[in-house]
């Protein structure tokens, strides 16, 4: 027996179709239909509301008091409904403009959201929605199949066929520092590293008790890391406003400087270290001209 919970919205057009032609034959014409078809779906709405619709007659089917009410009640919001699809204008502007949601770290936020905002490129720009909740890997990727996201930018999950995979390299280290720094020069040791405010960042796929490490070098566990965050912008306006220093992926530190006045201080210490990171797609959406646009503007600025 049918519910009302699962009522079909195309029982209702046949209704209405045989309100107004006043025969099946006529009804399964207007809608491109087999006779049969509509016959066994007058019966299910029969079933649905306990009532026989309509009866023969030698003018044809005629309605019963229910068929006329409900005909008189959605006849208006079926014609809304054709209208909105046949003369789509007013919706146009949001069918055109494409929402892309992207799941990845503040650090590729700020600048993938700064290449879009100030983009003269792309006539009819993509709207972006950063996803900020932590996720394991397995729910990332469940997000994935079931494009709840468009790109997941972060750390290595399952291989799966559903999913395509691009890797990102970010190569070498910069350490940052406001431009009116007073103790810090154009270089650095580690001995004068060991008496600054180091803050560092944990980036948002991992663990908030985890630190991955971007940077490399002898003595690095041993120092004094006064602030932690996976809050990425936090930690460059305490580098920007006080005497704090930051080390962040080398592909990312020109920007960085340049969006917050910020400088970098060589540190010929560093051990060259490669921070891994995989943009995910769906395979379905990888060749969607926006999401490789995307891809393509993370190998650029990562110079692979």
Not at 177 to 195: A, D, F, I, M
Not at 241 to 261: H, K, N, R, Y
Request: with cysteine; charged share 25%.
């Amino acid at each position: 027996m049918m519910t009302k919970q699962y009522l079909d919205l195309n029982l209702i057009r046949i209704l209405c179709a045989v309100v107004e032609t006043g025969t099946v034959t006529q009804a399964a014409l207007r809608l491109d239909m087999g006779i049969s078809a509509v016959s066994y779906a007058l019966n299910k709405l029969r079933r649905y509301y306990s009532d026989a619709l309509f009866f023969r007659s030698e003018e044809g089917m005629q309605p019963t008091a229910i068929a006329l009410e409900l005909y008189k009640v959605f006849k208006p919001a079926l014609d809304a409904l054709g209208q909105s699809v046949d003369k789509p204008d007013n919706l146009k502007p949001l069918l055109d403009k494409k929402t892309i949601r992207i799941r990845c770290n503040s650090l590729v936020e700020m600048r993938l959201s700064h290449q879009f905002l100030t983009s003269k490129e792309l006539t009819t720009p993509p709207s972006l929605d950063f996803l900020y909740h932590l996720l394991n890997a397995k729910s990332r990727q469940e997000a994935l199949r079931k494009k709840q996201t468009d790109i997941d930018i972060g750390q290595t999950i399952e291989d799966d066929s559903s999913i395509v995979k691009y890797p990102i390299y970010l190569h070498g280290t910069v350490l940052l520092c406001r431009k009116g720094h007073p103790r810090l020069g154009n270089t650095v040791t580690v001995e004068q590293l060991k008496s600054e405010k180091l803050v560092s960042w944990i980036p948002i796929q991992e663990s908030l008790e985890r630190e991955t490490f971007v940077v490399a070098f002898d003595g690095y566990h041993l120092m004094n890391r006064t602030y932690r965050s996976s809050s990425l912008i936090n930690l460059l306006l305490h580098v920007k406003m006080t005497d704090a220093v930051i080390f962040i992926p080398a592909p990312f530190a020109d920007f960085c400087s340049q969006m917050l006045d910020l400088r970098a201080v060589d540190c010929p210490f560093l051990f060259e270290q490669i921070y891994n990171l995989n943009a995910y797609v769906h395979k379905t959406q990888k060749d969607d001209p926006a999401i490789q646009r995307i891809i393509q503007l993370l190998t650029q600025w990562c110079g692979r």
